[in-house]
């Protein structure tokens, strides 16, 4: 019966919100499947905008993770990484056809990891803004191993902070992630509103997992749009910032990288014309 109440609404364009193993799922028109994967303590309302245009020819299925915005956290002790990787893997195979994912940030991460291990299972991937390397973008010489002391202090700091200390860092950090005033509030707020400890283990696990060389398997079409505005005031350049993207995805058999032309990391909010015509045309 609740399969029959959600395909019913699908059909019919509505949306539905199911629970599906600690992963908050909200299903929204009809058509091939998409799956969208919000980034680090997001909540899945991050692709509201992006929803409503792709749902009047997709089946768009948007995530919100375990321990982020409001979604209650689950155990880590087997890893986040592992952890939700497993969620959404489980998530995509009980889908009677292959998916296309959307993944901002940390849900472009996964993204590049369910690429490669459930190639037959996703039709094509967009990566927005995020890299298989994170340290690297910062560092050239990071390695897995030479990152763990460094990740480790992150975690330790943002954990010790008190509640009024991470608000004010959370509000002095999201200027940088986006250019929409309207915006900044949501961003802050999913991130108050977002588990501690499950934010300070997924920045742990970006930092010290290193996917370039897993990137040799993967068959899958990539698109991976990048943004580079935030950083111009710190001597970066578009050409600079997608040079640093076309080498650490260097392995990948099949990828087009797209700059956006003056977004923050939220590029769907920043550019929101832009960022739907990459995708629409990536899509057809």
Not at 15 to 32: I, R
Not at 190 to 200: G, H, L, V
Request: some cysteine.
């Amino acid at each position: 019966m609740k399969k029959l109440i959600l395909l019913y609404l699908c059909l019919f364009g509505l949306t539905a919100t199911v629970q599906s193993q600690n992963l908050e799922v909200q299903v929204t028109g009809s058509g091939p499947k998409i799956v969208l994967i919000p980034g680090l303590a997001s909540s899945g309302k991050v692709w509201d905008e992006t929803v409503s245009q792709l749902s009047k020819s997709y089946e768009c299925h948007v995530l919100t993770l375990p321990g982020f915005a409001k979604n209650s956290p689950i155990d880590l002790s087997a890893g986040f990484l592992s952890t939700m990787e497993g969620l959404v893997s489980s998530y995509i195979q009980q889908q009677s056809e292959p998916v296309v994912l959307i993944g901002h940030s940390l849900g472009g991460f996964l993204s590049l990891k369910l690429s490669q291990s459930l190639p037959d299972r996703i039709d094509k991937a967009i990566i927005v803004d995020s890299y298989p390397f994170y340290s690297a973008a910062f560092n050239p010489a990071a390695t897995e191993e030479n990152m763990v002391e460094m990740a480790d202090q992150m975690k330790k700091m943002m954990l010790s902070l008190s509640p009024e200390q991470y608000r004010e860092q959370q509000q002095a950090t999201m200027p940088v992630m986006t250019s929409n005033p309207g915006k900044l509030p949501l961003a802050v707020e999913w991130s108050i509103e977002s588990d501690r400890n499950t934010t300070a283990e997924a920045m742990y696990a970006l930092m010290t997992t290193d996917l370039r060389d897993e990137l040799e398997e993967v068959g899958t079409p990539i698109l991976v749009l990048g943004a580079w505005y935030s950083g111009k005031n710190y001597g970066m350049t578009e050409a600079s910032v997608k040079k640093n993207f076309e080498g650490q995805y260097q392995l990948a058999k099949n990828i087009q990288i797209e700059m956006a032309p003056t977004a923050h990391h939220f590029i769907m909010w920043d550019n929101p014309e832009w960022f739907m015509d990459q995708i629409t045309q990536f899509l057809k």
